[in-house]
């Protein structure tokens, strides 16, 4: 075994350098180090970076050695042991105990409900032409309607919606990678108010559909196929589970965010890249209205969207709205041929892995042509939903929810969002435009 190499000169001026120019040093260190990098941190176990994809996909199939990061204060006042932030045996039960609210019938209903969502979409977006929206908010306004609904069994509401869009934005500022990864461990981090205030409101939302779903199934009000929420409360009572204090709080706050989160943002993506890209654009657009035809899009005309499918892939591989994965060694082990010490933290940075020209062609190019020639599955160095036991339980919910949305929206609007308007992102556990996505919506010239 040998030692994780560390850059020259590396310290703490390297390690704020990481985490105030990110993006540029991600880049660097893609095209100089073949499969990780150690950069040492006073008072606090080293930062390892990891980019080569194989060693990536080691170290996130192996939770027993490379456990999820402890929540930080500031995320635990939305929720401390959700889904995406529980371990071992607690993340075993409860990835089972909601496992069916993502089976093949739920991820038919959830895209059946993205095409009646859209077309809603739609029809208020044709009385408002050449108008100027924020795209994102208007994403999110889609997706977490859509989350709700299929999820939590309740509709919240446009109006909620955009409620929820404003306190992401507070939290995304809140949790904002940046300097504090080379700070030690000991200093205390002040929380802002706007941001508890906001993480108060996720929670509330979260007790708030909590107790009605339980007055809806005692009064016998509640039919039809039991959602998450529905099966999280009526596992309660099974003498195999054993919720934590706050469980189902915590997984449905979980859910509010990762339901929707994800989806909302690569849509975003996608359309403003589609804006810069006319010819993609079109392709898209031609293939929709062949397949659209009288109603509303549906589960089954997923597999008849290949282009839009391309499309979207190709999106999701330059801003992978999860643009980093993070673990910490739970003792000193291997990966590869290299040591990595007890409690590294590990970042596997999917931002400069999916730009890297050992594995893609012209890498910075928006290409969507490239996943004709081979399929996303296939490629080690792409893997925007993580991978692993780990990896997102709701992809398939995003990739046929966001298939049915572009394909729609396409079809009858030209979204032009301004040159540069992804150029100033904000670094949070996910990859969020930091002051909203302008764009005009406007019908096209042969409607």
Known sequence: MRSIPTPPDAGVIDAVRFGTD??????????????????????????????????????????????RVPARETDSLIA??????????????QRSVVAPAFSGRQVAAYADTVGRRVEALAEEWADRDDDDIDLHREMTTLTVRVATEVLLGKDIGRERAVEFHEWMAVAGEELEFGIDIATPEWLPTRVSPAFREAAANIRGLAEDMIKDRRESLANGEHTGPPDMLTILIQRE?????????????????TFLIAGHETTALSLTYTLALLSDNSDVRDAVRTEAREVIGDGPLDHDDVDRLPATQRAYNESLRLYPPAWGVFRQANHTTDLGDYDVPDGAATIVPLWSIHRDARYFESPDTFDPSRWERRGPTSVDAYFPFSTGPHACIGRSFALSGATLALARLVADFDVDVASGALDDLRLTPTLRPREGVPATVSTPDDR
């Not at 401390?80 to 039960?93: D, I, R």
């Open 22 to 67: 990110t993006f540029r040093y991600l880049g660097g260190i893609q095209t100089r180090y073949d499969d990780a990098l150690q950069i040492p941190i006073p008072t606090r176990p080293p930062l390892v970076i990891v980019t080569n994809p194989t060693l990536a996909r080691d170290l996130l199939s192996r939770p027993d050695d490379f456990g």
């Open 237 to 253: 009572d099974d003498p195999d589970v054993e919720y934590p204090e706050n469980q189902i709080r915590d997984e449905v706050a």
């Open 80 to 93: 401390s042991q959700g889904l995406v932030q529980s371990e071992g045996e607690l993340w075993e039960q």
